[in-house]
């Protein structure tokens, strides 16, 4: 299980949530010069760009290996991310998405002591931090957009949901994004259930939990706690990978 190789004939889904409420203005960690909603931008803007690069170019032209979908959750609203292309489905193929972004920026990808190493990358997604979070809503969308994508592709590697979030959810409480969450993973193709990835980011600077295990986070905030309850056990292909 979850061993099937992406292909034109099995796409597969790759679906982003990302919190942009207030709080996302904070600094990341240690690091005060940045927001978490701007950190979280390059994140994932490098994020496509490697996956265009790595699994979606063939001979020069994008080709449709992976499906993209994108969504803000803020102010109460969950809102489709990419707002070059149409929401459709709740994803956009690579054919689209590969060269849907808005421009090419220079972003800093690490440093070398005082010197920072920047790489020029297209850009999808924009920070912006402000209102309330709407985890819950988020939660459902997904659910809702991955089964429309696992009832067109059963044979296909199974959806995979990356939530990012600094908070706690303000349209309900955590045992309801739970069983929304479970909307989500309880949804399968033929190769295994869809998989959630919660990513905690956190204003205060904790030694790193990397795909951690749920004794690691005892003694953590309550909102990582319940995040990491909800994410799913990484398949053993991906842990070597990682």
Not at 147 to 157: F, I, K, Q, T, W
Not at 178 to 185: H, R, V
Request: glycine residues 8%.
């Amino acid at each position: 299980m979850h061993s099937q190789n992406i292909s034109t004939v099995r796409p597969g889904l790759v679906l982003l949530l990302i919190d942009q409420s207030s709080s996302m203005l904070g600094g990341w960690g240690g690091d005060r010069m940045a927001s978490k909603s701007q950190l979280a931008a390059d994140a994932l803007n490098k994020t496509l760009y490697d996956l265009a690069l790595n699994a979606c170019m063939k001979d020069g032209r994008a080709v449709d290996r992976i499906n993209i979908g994108a969504y803000y959750y803020s102010s109460g609203r969950v809102r489709w991310a990419i707002d070059t292309l149409p929401e459709g489905k709740g994803w956009s193929p690579a054919r689209d998405w590969v060269n849907g972004f808005h421009h090419i920026e220079k972003v800093v990808i690490s440093s070398d002591g005082d010197q920072e190493i920047e790489q020029e990358i297209p850009i999808w997604f924009f920070p912006q931090a402000t209102g309330d979070t709407p985890m819950l809503g988020a939660m459902r969308k997904a659910a809702d957009v991955v089964g429309r994508h696992v009832s067109e592709h059963p044979d296909s590697y199974p959806p995979i949901v990356i939530n990012i979030s600094d908070g706690e959810p303000t349209d309900g409480d955590w045992s309801e994004v739970k069983q929304a969450a479970s909307g989500i993973t309880d949804c399968a193709t033929n190769d295994g259930g869809s998989l959630l990835l919660n990513i905690q980011i956190t204003e205060h600077s904790h030694s790193p939990l990397v795909f951690p295990r749920m004794q690691s986070v005892q003694g953590c905030p309550e909102e990582v706690i319940f995040m990491a309850e909800m994410s799913s056990e990484l398949p053993a292909n991906m842990l070597v990978e990682a």
